[in-house]
């Protein structure tokens, strides 16, 4: 209870930090002491690894996926000359809390499921580095607990979570400072997709045979694994809205 308490606290007292000029964003971040630790860290690395597998850096566009049950959490990459994205690495979540299934409410300690985007970047954290992403969604918002859906989900360091991702100190350096990049080289809204684990036709049968009086979550489940279905694919992200009922829909962004 008392480390609820705590986290809980700590979690309210994160701050933003999102300079409104793309171009200057990453100069700006490096201001702050643990960005230029990361940079000097971990910029060469990621250069080397980038280039092994033929991908531009720094990077300008990444998406970011999770899988709950895995305890995954995989950076992915534009690759410009085959016009996909290629998966760059893949870290282990730390430490999980809750359950399979999407966040409702505050204080349910569940690790949101769904279709996200990072909005916010501390690069002063009390988890050392942090990423916001936008919980609650239009979906969350129509599904969820009216007026107490809470809020201060992050991918972030250390070890401890209470509804967020975390991933190390050592690990955030690397995922933060390709984000600042993307970013800086004008990916706004970097996508985060999080499922409850990789929604194949066989792992959706498991998790009706495991949930077999929820047709709600398993509706939610289906609905998710469309858009996981898209990306594996085709390697390309859908544009991704949702419906007045809460679900989400999906379409070819270059048709449009």
């Not at 308490?5 to 490096?30: E, W």
């Not at 966040?103 to 916010?120: A, H, M, S, T, V």
């Not at 690990?171 to 929604?199: C, D, M, R």
């Not at 694994?225 to 419906?243: A, M, Q, T």
Request: hydrophobic residues 35%; aromatic residues 12%.
């Amino acid at each position: 209870m008392k480390l609820h308490i705590v986290l809980s606290f700590t979690f309210t007292m994160i701050c933003a930090c999102q300079p409104t000029d793309p171009q200057n964003f990453a100069d700006k971040q490096r201001r702050y002491p643990r960005v230029q630790v990361a940079l000097e860290e971990k910029d060469g690395p990621l250069r080397s690894l980038f280039a092994d597998q033929g991908i531009p850096y720094p990077p300008q566009k990444l998406f970011i996926r999770v899988f709950k049950q895995e305890k995954i959490l995989e950076v992915w990459a534009f690759s410009t000359s085959d016009a996909i994205f290629k998966r760059v690495k893949h870290y282990p979540i730390c430490r999980t809390s809750g359950n399979l299934g999407p966040k409702r409410r505050e204080g349910d300690l569940q690790i949101p499921e769904g279709f996200y985007f990072i909005d916010r970047f501390n690069p002063e954290s009390n988890f050392y580095l942090s990423l916001g992403i936008n919980y609650p969604n239009q979906a969350d918002k129509i599904f969820g607990k009216k007026g107490e859906l809470g809020g201060d989900i992050f991918i972030h360091g250390g070890c401890a979570t209470i509804g967020c991702v975390p991933i190390t100190d050592e690990y955030i350096k690397e995922v933060y400072w390709l984000a600042v990049q993307a970013k800086s080289n004008g990916h706004a809204k970097i996508p985060v997709h999080i499922f409850p684990t990789e929604l194949d036709d066989r792992t959706i049968g498991r998790l009706q045979n495991t949930f077999p009086n929820d047709d709600a979550l398993i509706n939610f489940w289906k609905n998710l694994k469309i858009g996981y279905n898209w990306f594996e694919k085709s390697r390309k992200l859908p544009k991704i809205s949702v419906n007045r009922q809460g679900v989400y829909q999906f379409s070819d962004p270059s048709l449009e």
